[in-house]
């Protein structure tokens, strides 16, 4: 089969699976995107996130993670709800960690996929990530045209927002390769002027990890710092801010993925059931969530810290 035909197929099988978007880029060194990381570390925009200096010719080298490889495949999935929590005073969640850990369900997806893949086209190597090894996602995303990077340093969609999870398959298929896109964020700066912390550069296009509250909630491992006082917005797990406040996101739909679905008692939980959660409530909660990851004592902490923050 040639290459147009399999990138046919695989598009279309891609679609079948629910992928909002795909994009194929060449697999090579990324030189432009290794001098970028190397500047974002140096200034220590990364905080206490010390993994994001590992690997680092991993991280740059796609041949290094799958040997021989042609083609690193970008797909795009839909996260976006319309549902939020009831109580508007609880301390809120960030949408992407409503339902069940975007990592196994998409891993799922992408193992099936890609064994169907196989079958048709015949046996080649491959690997799949979903945010789980050191692969720079966004920038090969954006390399092979699924999406610009807007000013708030996450990827933007020109149909779908920035809504979405992204996910690789890199390979040794020889594949058509699609290009980048127009960036599209033009004069508007509302991710940048919404941001509590000034976590993102008056320019756009940078933002300092350290002062995320994503990073705050979920990265960090110690106390949260006083200069988080007065900034937090009722955000105990992630931050959906900056892209509430954008544009592109009015062409944002329900997504349809019954997984990513939240627990009723999740979203009906008052601000008082929130402060007085027990781990016991917690474990049998968020099992299986993304919000496992900062533990109960992470969480606990991060309540406390509005708590206190409120008086």
Not at 134 to 146: F, I
Not at 219 to 228: A, R, T, V, Y
Not at 233 to 257: L, S, T, Y
Request: charged letters at 25%; aromatic letters at 10%.
């Amino acid at each position: 089969m040639d290459k147009s035909t399999s990138t046919i197929l695989l598009k279309k099988l891609a679609a079948n699976y629910g992928f909002a978007n795909i994009g194929i880029a060449k697999a090579e060194f990324m030189e432009e995107e290794a001098h970028r990381l190397t500047d974002w570390l140096a200034q220590g925009n990364h905080g206490q996130m010390a993994y994001m200096e590992n690997h680092f010719d991993l991280r740059v080298d796609p041949t290094k993670l799958v040997p021989g490889a042609k083609s690193v495949i970008s797909l795009s999935f839909n996260y976006h709800t319309t549902l939020n929590q009831q109580d508007p005073e609880a301390p809120k969640i960030a949408s992407y960690a409503y339902g069940r850990d975007y990592h196994k369900v998409l891993k799922k997806k992408l193992k099936q996929m890609l064994a169907e893949l196989q079958e048709k086209l015949g046996n080649f190597n491959a690997r799949i990530f979903v945010d789980s090894a050191p692969v720079l996602e966004r920038d090969w995303a954006k390399r092979s045209g699924v999406g610009w990077v807007g000013k708030h340093t996450l990827l933007l969609s020109p149909k779908h927002g920035s809504y979405f999870f992204l996910a690789e398959i890199i390979c040794d298929l020889d594949l058509s390769y699609d290009h980048p896109i127009k960036d599209h964020c033009g004069t508007c700066t509302r991710c940048i002027d919404a941001c509590p912390t000034d976590a993102i550069s008056p320019e756009g296009y940078v933002l300092d990890g350290s002062k995320c509250i994503s990073y705050a909630t979920i990265e960090l491992k110690n106390q949260i710092p006083d200069e988080f006082q007065g900034k937090m917005d009722n955000w105990m797990f992630g931050c959906d801010i900056c892209q509430q406040v954008c544009p592109w996101n009015r062409f944002a739909k329900q997504h349809q993925e019954p997984d990513f679905e939240p627990r009723d008692q999740t979203m009906e939980m008052s601000k008082k059931d929130w402060e007085e959660i027990t781990e016991e409530v917690f474990f049998d909660l968020f099992n299986g969530t993304p919000i496992m990851r900062t533990k109960y004592e992470g969480l606990r902490r991060n309540i406390d810290f509005l708590k206190k923050e409120k008086g």
